[in-house]
């Protein structure tokens, strides 16, 4: 019975119905399942396969982007639960996209995915400037920070942003990591960032990594 | 061969005399007007203007001038529109260049720095932010669903603001006696000049449902409201088809290429499967491309950024006998295989030097190199025209464009 509500919300996430996704999560529930067992063996089980598929190539951002708004739907039902419940979030993220950029649509992806794998995700929007990231860091104290940038001549921000968090004294406290199209690896080792991801997907893996290096280094 | 020759050699697929050229004949093959201002300063021609005829990507017309010093093989026709001192305006750029905008256009600075536009109704349809170089769309007509009817499409498309602040001609096409200013313009350019002549139809049907849906919400509608996404994707096509059969009947005879766009792909692939690609779109490429073989004696081009390898098959079937920009540095773009896999189907036009990293940041020897090798694997047998992948961004020293000229002169 159990498996059989889990499997609802999985084929929903994996097949992105929007509609339908927010029920299976409410039968789950209902059906007496905790929170957490529904947020880590239903939808983040299935966030991972939806990116597994994408790796492979089965399936297309198109696809990604419709189970990620499927898992959002449910995870309405599902967010009062998990505060209640006190389910720990897998950490913390704070991310937007850069100063002079106003291009999210990669960034709120990014966002969805995260919040896909039990990331907690403060989302400051587009065009943010590099102290208003210093702000959220001191306020919400993320585990991450997520950069982002569409464009060559909007890249300096993020080096801009960066700065400002050393200058603030918080940079040691979390990782940065950066994405979009016009940076690379190498370029998130100029900036000083701690890594990049080439797409929504391997931005999750990215997070992981950094959340494991995170927790040796406070161990 | 003169600059026509060269190009429609290369088109079917004949090795020309030299490899043909195209900096500018589109608005997604050209250079922003601030890269245009530091190369003139650079080379020493101050004295060049650097108008902005594609004020959206804030991108500029070459003059005769530098079509002759670089010897570029292919122009659009649009530039034989605003082709007098008083449909342009000086105005400085928020980074302090000196340019020229068309005179229509008036964007409004705003407090925070930015620039905003605003059509005649008071709809604010673009905006650039402070410390960007182009204008970003802001109005989404039907960001929350589909309407009941497409009536009244022909007045929303103008809301979007790559239709409503459009590049010439297309910033005449409400002008009375539009068509035939058109082919006469257009004559006189073929008459005037030895270069191939593009005309830029845009005709675009997944970004037009991204255009209207934006994109997050259309990339869903593909998935999950197949349906309502063919019918939108009738009513573009009723527009389309209209725009096709009014530039067929006034160039057809003269333009050598027509210039479509649909960008379907990302760095790390297309937007959606193949399958996908089938169902919705290709049909209506395939009629568009059909429409333009019957109906004129220009070639087919597909202007579709990103890595849209896996659609090739599927983009030659629907009759594309061109693909711009090739984007190389995404996901399964490397010339080499492009060439040997698809060499034979289509032209690259595009994949010349790379906008992204090498002719952004890297030294003039890189850039030289990176032509080289792009040269190389595209060129042999024809099939090839040189173009940097997309347009040369602000960010560009002039000192690497130069580089890049002097390289594809190696091979010219």
Same mark, same amino acid.
């Given at each position: 019975m159990q498996e059989e509500l889990l499997d609802a919300i999985f084929d929903a996430v994996m097949d992105g119905d929007?509609?339908?996704?927010?029920?299976?999560v409410q039968a789950a529930l209902d059906g007496g399942l905790d929170a957490e067992t529904i947020l880590r063996d239903g939808m983040i089980a299935a966030m991972t396969r939806v990116g597994e598929l994408y790796e492979c190539g089965d399936y297309y951002v198109a696809e990604m982007f419709t189970s990620a708004k499927a898992l959002q739907a449910a995870l309405v039902v599902l967010r009062p639960m998990l505060q209640q419940s006190q389910v720990q979030a897998t950490g913390t993220v704070v991310i937007g996209t850069v100063k002079g950029d106003m291009h999210d649509i990669g960034k709120n992806l990014v966002t969805m995915m995260l919040e896909g794998a039990g990331y907690a995700v403060h989302d400051l929007g587009a065009d943010v400037h590099p102290s208003r990231f210093v702000a959220a860091v001191e306020e919400v104290h993320p585990d991450l920070v997520a950069l982002s940038a569409l464009l060559t001549t909007t890249m300096p921000s993020m080096q801009a942003t960066v700065d400002a968090l050393t200058t603030a004294g918080l940079r040691e406290r979390v990782k940065v990591m950066i994405g979009g199209a016009p940076v690379n690896e190498e370029y998130a080792e100029h900036i000083g960032a701690d890594g990049y991801a080439q797409d929504a997907s391997q931005a999750v893996s990215l997070a992981n990594a950094l959340m494991q290096v995170k927790a040796q280094r406070s161990a | 061969m003169n600059a026509? /020759? $060269?190009?429609?050699a290369a088109i079917n697929h004949r090795e020309p005399d030299g490899i043909p050229v195209d900096i500018g004949s589109t608005p997604s093959s050209g250079i922003s007007a601030i890269a245009h201002y530091n190369l003139k300063h650079y080379i020493g021609r101050p004295d060049w203007p650097t108008q902005v005829y594609d004020v959206v990507q804030q991108i500029a017309q070459p003059g005769d001038e530098m079509l002759d010093r670089f010897g570029i093989d292919v122009i659009d026709i649009g530039r034989a529109f605003d082709d007098r001192p008083e449909d342009w305006y000086d105005i400085t750029l928020p980074d302090g260049t000196p340019v020229q905008f068309p005179t229509w256009f008036k964007p409004s600075p705003q407090p925070d720095g930015a620039w905003d536009v605003f059509? /005649?109704? *008071?709809? $604010?349809?673009?905006?650039?932010?402070?410390g960007a170089t182009f204008f970003d769309q802001t109005c989404f007509p039907f960001i929350d669903g589909y309407p009941d009817s497409y009536a009244d499409l022909p007045q929303i498309m103008p809301l979007i603001h790559w239709a409503g602040l =459009? %590049?010439?001609?297309? #910033? %005449?096409?409400? #002008?009375?006696? !539009?068509? /035939?200013q058109l082919r006469a313009r257009a004559l006189a350019l073929r008459a005037s000049s030895d270069r191939a002549l593009m005309i830029v139809v845009g005709c675009n049907l997944f970004e037009w449902g991204t255009f209207l849906r934006r994109l997050d919400n259309f990339l869903v509608d593909i998935v999950t409201e197949p349906a309502q996404v063919e019918r939108l994707l009738d009513a573009l096509m009723e527009q389309h088809l209209k725009t096709l059969e009014k530039v067929c009947a006034a160039v057809g005879d003269v333009a050598d290429v027509c210039r479509f766009g649909d960008?379907? *792909?990302? #760095?790390? *692939?297309p937007f959606m499967s193949p399958k996908t690609y089938r169902q919705l779109f290709k049909p209506r490429h395939k009629i568009l491309t059909d429409y333009v073989k019957q109906n004129s004696t220009m070639h087919t081009f597909l202007h579709s950024c990103g890595s849209i390898y896996k659609l090739l098959p599927d983009l030659i079937e629907a *009759? !594309? /006998?061109?693909?711009?920009?090739?984007? =190389?540095?995404?996901?399964d773009m490397e010339p080499v295989r492009l060439k040997a896999e698809f060499g034979r189907d289509l032209t690259f036009w595009g994949g010349g030097a790379d906008t992204r990293f090498t002719l952004n940041r890297g030294t003039p020897a890189a850039v030289k190199d990176d032509v080289r090798r792009n040269i190389e694997a595209l060129s042999p047998g024809g099939g090839f025209v040189f173009n940097t992948v997309h347009n040369i961004l602000p960010d560009v020293p002039p000192e690497n464009i130069m580089a890049m000229f002097e390289a594809i002169d190696e091979y010219r």
């Open positions: 929007i509609p339908g996704a927010p029920a299976t | 026509r /020759e $060269r190009v429609l059509n /005649e109704n *008071g709809v $604010r349809v673009a905006t650039m932010p402070l =459009t %590049h010439s001609p297309w #910033d %005449h096409a409400g #002008d009375a006696d !539009f068509w /035939e960008d379907l *792909g990302t #760095d790390q *692939g *009759g !594309f /006998e061109i693909v711009n920009p090739v984007q =190389t540095i995404a996901r």
